[in-house]
């Protein structure tokens, strides 16, 4: 019921917000806010109150309100409670965006987009903006100024594209083809797409002419339209908004105001490196190449403004504990002042920057005319704020209940006993279905979610909401029970990254000119792009491949499915075969051998286990959906999935075998811990092998913690554990008292035996070593196992293998409270100390990456150096492992505040009090490795922070630069991940299929490889390897191509080629074209042409046509090995062509269909509409050949 979002309660009449808008307490706040300027006082409010009583006055004013919050946490928390009491549609969060006194080449832009959503809300009158304080402080572009770059677009309005194209860039908008990330639009002929900054999706204006004649919402993966807008609004895309003139004054006030500077500036060398900073940052602000960066630069292009100038004149505040917001800002300001001060000494800042900020005292003075309500629980006063009217409320947090229903069953009978309304507050529908079935096994009724009966003295409603704690109103009668109260926490919902039916083919995402390319019957060679060649006065699109000795092959447009991208192991370049001759046809060979052989392996194994006699575990207890029901987040759907299929393999009577895939941090653990406290309850032990000391005293530590409050017994085995100790653990592991171990490769020793194992959960199969693997074999043969990876396994090898290596795939991303803030820099000495100093303020750690072990101590040196203050670790791959992991385990437990180490270091571990990266020396690691490491932080509720450095001084390679914008610009709906992911993915095919298996990979590249191995499989279970007669060729002299004026990007165009070229029915020939009208216009007589084409072949395969060719007058059909046709019974059926057909007969098999001298469009769709009657009558007198058997 509310899988997409919470639900607003005011779809519950006469919910709690009328109960409260009553009360005298609200009314006497309600009659402050109706008088003229006044600043009232609420105190005694605890906890999530707060959000109710926000809620309520923003209710009872019919107005909009700003709340300010000390902190970035608060201010999300109460916005989530606000959402509870309002709805999404009228709640906001701001988040802070940080201008630091640094240059920055690139950052995220995830809070940018956020906050920009926020802006364009405000215009929705009544809407409620929480944001943390320090948000406030930034200056803004006058509020005038930015609205003026707002396009409200109707259907039937006027709009010329060029005019619109421009006003999207001085907004901030980057051009490219096709968009599919939010701050992108692209222009198309008479097709404008736009994607604006926190819409759900991205927009398709078409016009004809100057008007628009229709407003579509597009799906960003597939490109497809998804539904009909009558308007849109089109919001700025970047904060610093400016036409050409603002943008010329201001770069000359900039100029103006280095020349003061400097001529005051001591030291020439120091000046001259001022001038060349300065003059670069001068380039890239004219040029419009700073993006986001360039708003360290706003003062001197705008005059001052603030968040309270974007507000309605109606809007008022909430001011939330004020003595915190005050002690947080004078911290805040502090250090800023103290920064930027170093930074104007040292002339890496010019003074017009300072006025980047406001003053709270400029801000304050401000916030004064407004009215404003103060609520705190206890007020100490602040300076410059006087309440005139103090309103006292009474309320109290409700107990923690830790998931004893029997108590809670009680409480609520005595509340109902003394007549108050209760409300239980439930994150998502099966959560409230779970409440309401305990309340009713225990005597107590409530209404669910979406009834129609307000809530009333001695009535139970459940309703939707996420609040941090629930609490007691005595004076309304209300009490308020939350999932807090519940479980004794709260649970998160993971916002749920969208993607569409169809992404575009992995291997064509990023084909360009000098890939290497694998073609079925001619191996390897380098693609060098597409070429439109002109042959007897006909224009067609060919892929220009080079082989070995100088050899060239031009592929025609309509054959390119034959084509696949080469993907081997990372930084191999593999050996381009020649043309003609066997070799290719060798190789192929091999690889076919070896992978019937695996195919061979994995059906033994297979048939093994089906035939097996296992322990079927029992259906799941009311213990087992409690411990699910205790999980802090919302699962993602994957996981779900992924538990129900372990589920279901533990209940059926076979050995299970599963492997479970998934990113770092996308919920595998909690998964395995659902199967083993299955496992445990059915009376079983349960094993859980990991790879390296470290993480087995994770995985202790999160199991223990997981399983806390049932008859669970964890323990751990690996050489953190003394002799006598670990001796303890065998003895209990021998009578059954322990259920769950948790170990490295010390489990599979002699010495270990186990009284009823039932379960083995194995982290990381193929980092252990050969030994060990086979023991771990010997085990599957006997026990339940599950198989836990977070190197990403291709989809496309997933299907090869579906059926026989059971695999579940957690592909949802991560809870992502706030996307990790990445800034792409140059390096400096004080950003570094900066960034790391204020993660050791906020009581954080820092993870400093040097891939360099030779000079990894010096840097360390260094970071030591530039924060005194901290504790530093150093960390790399050729230390003693055992030494390794007694470092890390030290920094994990706190004893330092920055590890300095290369990329080596554990990526499985979970680090939630690490969350500033700094990469040194980024430029030097692939896109995989970023984005891995990007991953290691952000694993808390905090804002984290990842800095990518570079040495500015070293030219950098353009592949290089372009792997940098890439990490910043990674986003789920774009291509990037899956492009990030891809050298991840090769790795974890090669760990699944053994090295031996992975070198023929290599050798044929990725794709042939699984079509090899879905051949063999299908082969070797009996099913047919029966595939359409072969493609059928059409040689027609007509012109039938994409042409670049109507799709430009070479990528698009590719797929478009593919998927043409792969048409099986008339229907998907259909669906094509509806797309191609959708995304890029009205079709050309080229376009048409090549979509005719693709019917034709349809109609053609159904004939049993393998060739139409132009011959002279005519176009000649002909059959595989000159099958005849029999004219001769088909006259009647072809009476229309009659007199136009030629051939047929046994002497001459082919058919031949004079033209008359048609050409063009016109020989196309006559030799179309000719082929379907054709395919039609053979059809009709069953004279079809069927499909043949797949030649080898």
Request: glycine share 8%.
């Amino acid at each position: 019921m509310f899988a997409e979002g919470v639900l607003p309660t005011a779809l519950i009449p006469g919910g709690p917000l009328r109960l409260l808008c009553k009360s005298p307490e609200v009314q006497l706040l309600l009659e402050g806010l109706a008088s003229p300027r006044s600043e009232q006082l609420v105190y005694g409010v605890a906890g999530s109150v707060k959000g109710l009583i926000t809620a309520a006055l923003a209710e009872g004013s019919h107005r909009g309100v700003l709340v300010l919050t000390a902190g970035l946490g608060a201010a999300e928390q109460l916005a989530r409670e606000l959402v509870t009491w309002l709805g999404p549609a009228r709640v906001s969060l701001y988040p802070p965006l940080e201008v630091l006194p640094y240059e920055v080449t690139a950052y995220s832009g995830e809070v940018v987009a956020q906050r920009l959503a926020a802006l364009e809300r405000l215009r929705d009158e009544g809407h409620v903006l929480v944001t943390p304080a320090t948000a406030l402080m930034r200056r803004l572009v006058p509020s005038e100024v930015f609205s003026r770059y707002y396009h409200e677009l109707a259907s039937g309005d006027r709009c010329d594209p060029q005019e619109l194209a421009n006003s999207l860039v001085e907004a901030g908008y980057a051009r490219v083809d096709p968009v599919d990330s939010p701050g992108q639009f692209g222009l198309r002929g008479g097709i404008v797409d736009v994607f604006a900054p926190g819409h759900p999706q991205p927009v398709r204006l078409e016009l004809f002419g100057h008007e628009i004649d229709g407003i579509r919402a597009f799906d960003p993966v597939t490109q497809r339209s998804t539904q009909n807008l009558r308007a849109v609004t089109i919001p700025p895309a970047r904060e610093l908004v400016m036409d050409r003139p603002t943008r010329d004054a201001g770069v000359a006030r900039l100029r103006a105001d280095y020349q003061a500077f400097a001529s005051s500036f001591p030291g020439a060398e120091s000046r001259a490196r001022m001038q060349d900073r300065v003059e670069e940052v001068i380039h890239r602000l004219e040029a419009d190449s700073a993006g986001h960066g360039a708003i360290a630069y706003l003062p001197y292009f705008h005059p001052p403004a603030s968040l309270l100038d974007y507000l309605p004149p109606s809007t008022f505040v909430v001011l939330d504990e004020i003595a915190r917001i005050a002690s947080e800002l004078s911290d805040w300001q502090r250090d800023m002042r103290e920064l930027f001060a170093a930074r104007l000494e040292q002339g890496a800042l010019l003074p017009g920057q300072l006025a980047v900020y406001h003053t709270w005292p400029e801000l304050a003075a401000q916030l004064k005319k407004r009215h404003i309500v103060h609520q705190c629980l206890l007020f100490k006063g602040s300076p410059g704020f006087t309440p005139l009217k103090m309103v006292g409320l009474v309320s109290r947090a409700n107990q923690l209940f830790w998931g004893q229903w029997p108590q809670l069953s009680d409480e609520i009978q005595s509340w109902k006993a003394q007549g108050r309304t209760i409300l239980l507050t439930a994150s998502n529908q099966e959560r409230a279905e779970r409440v309401a079935g305990v309340l009713r096994d225990a005597g107590v009724e409530s209404l669910m979610p979406g009834h129609h009966h307000p809530p009333a003295p001695g009535t139970v409603s459940i309703v939707p909401g996420n609040l941090e704690r629930g609490f007691t109103l005595p004076g309304l009668g209300l009490v308020v029970v939350s999932d807090a109260d519940l479980y004794g926490r709260t649970r998160s919902r993971q916002p749920q990254k969208r993607t569409g039916d169809r992404a575009p083919a992995l291997e064509w995402l990023d084909i360009k000119a000098g890939d290497f390319v694998v073609h079925a019957h001619h191996g390897i060679g380098k693609y060098l792009g597409v070429r439109t060649l002109e042959i007897e006065g006909v224009q067609r699109d060919y892929c220009y491949i080079k082989y070995a000795a100088a050899d060239a092959l031009y592929v025609p447009a309509d054959q390119i499915h034959l084509i696949q991208k080469y993907v081997g192991a990372e930084g191999h370049e593999p050996k381009l075969n020649r043309l003609g001759g066997n070799e290719w046809s060798r190789v192929r060979s091999r690889a076919r051998a070896a992978v019937r052989k695996l195919a061979q392996e994995l059906l033994g194994l297979y048939a093994l286990r089906e035939h097996s006699a296992g322990h079927a575990f029992g259906p799941d207890t009311v213990w087992q959906a409690e411990f699910e029901e205790a999980f802090k987040f919302e699962e993602t759907p994957d996981q779900l999935t992924a538990t129900r299929e372990i589920k279901r393999d533990l209940e059926r009577p076979r050995i299970m075998d599963r492997l479970l895939c998934g990113d770092v941090g996308y919920g595998k653990t909690e998964v395995a811990m659902r199967a083993a406290f299955k496992a445990v309850l059915d009376g079983k032990q349960v094993a859980v092998l990991v790879p390296t000391t470290i993480l087995a005293q994770q995985h202790y530590q999160t199991f223990g913690e997981r399983m806390q409050g049932y008859p669970v017994n964890v323990a751990v085995l690996s050489r953190f554990r003394s002799p006598k100790e670990q001796q303890e653990v065998l003895r209990k592991l021998r009578a059954g008292t322990v259920d769950v171990v948790i170990g490295t490769h010390r489990l599979l020793s002699a010495d270990v035996r186990f009284a009823r194992l039932g379960l083995l959960i194995v982290d990381e199969e193929q980092r252990f070593g050969v030994a060990h693997k086979e023991k771990i074999k010997q085990m599957k043969k006997a026990v339940d196992v599950l198989t836990l990876t977070a190197t990403p396994i291709p989809r496309t090898l997933h299907m090869a293998l579906a059926g026989l290596r059971d695999m579940s795939i957690i592909d949802t991303p991560p809870e992502d409270r706030y996307p990790v803030q990445t800034f792409v820099v140059p390096y400096d000495d004080g950003l570094v100390a900066e960034a790391m100093a204020r993660e050791l303020r906020r009581g954080g750690q820092v993870f400093y990456v040097h891939n360099r072990v030779q000079s990894i101590e010096k840097v360390a040196f260094k970071v030591g150096r530039l924060l005194p203050q901290g504790r530093v670790a150093v960390g790399h791959g050729q230390m003693r492992e055992e030494h390794l992991e007694k470092v890390v385990v030290d920094f994990l437990e706190g004893k330092y505040d920055v590890l300095v180490s290369t990329t080596i270091i554990e990526s499985g571990l979970d680090m939630p009090n690490v969350n500033t990266l700094i990469v040194d020396e980024a430029d030097r690691l692939g896109l995989a490795q970023l984005y891995q490491l990007r991953g290691r932080v952000g694993r808390s509720h905090r804002l984290a922070y990842a800095y990518f450095t570079y040495r500015k001084e070293r030219l950098m390679p353009e592949t290089a630069e372009k792997r940098l914008q890439a990490i910043v610009e990674l986003t789920e709906l774009g291509s990037g991940l899956q492009l990030a992911k891809r050298d991840l993915e090769i790795r974890g095919a090669g760990n699944l299929l053994g090295p031996e298996q992975h070198g023929f990979l290599v050798t044929v590249g990725f794709a042939m490889y699984c079509r090899l191995l879905e051949e063999a499989i299908q082969e070797l279970q009996g099913r047919s390897v029966a595939e359409e007669r072969p493609p059928v060729t059409v040689e027609l002299r007509v012109n039938a191509y994409l042409p670049d004026t109507y799709i430009s990007d070479h990528r698009q165009k590719l797929e478009f080629y593919k998927r043409i070229a792969t048409v099986g029915s008339i229907d998907e020939a259909a669906d094509i074209a509806d797309e191609l009208t959708d995304r890029f216009g009205e079709m050309p007589i080229p376009v048409e042409n090549l979509l005719s084409v693709a019917r034709t072949k349809v109609h053609a395969a159904r004939a049993g046509v393998s060739a139409l060719s132009h011959a002279q007058d005519r176009v000649v059909f002909r059959r595989p090995g000159d099958g005849q046709f029999e004219v001769a019974r088909l006259r009647d059926g072809l009476q229309p062509y009659r007199q136009r057909l030629l051939g047929g007969t046994a002497r001459h098999p082919a058919l031949a269909l004079k033209t008359d001298g048609l050409s063009g469009s016109e020989l196309i769709s006559e030799v179309e509409r000719f082929t379907g009657r054709l395919a039609q009558v053979l059809e009709e007198h069953g004279n079809v050949p069927g499909p043949v058997p797949k030649g080898r």
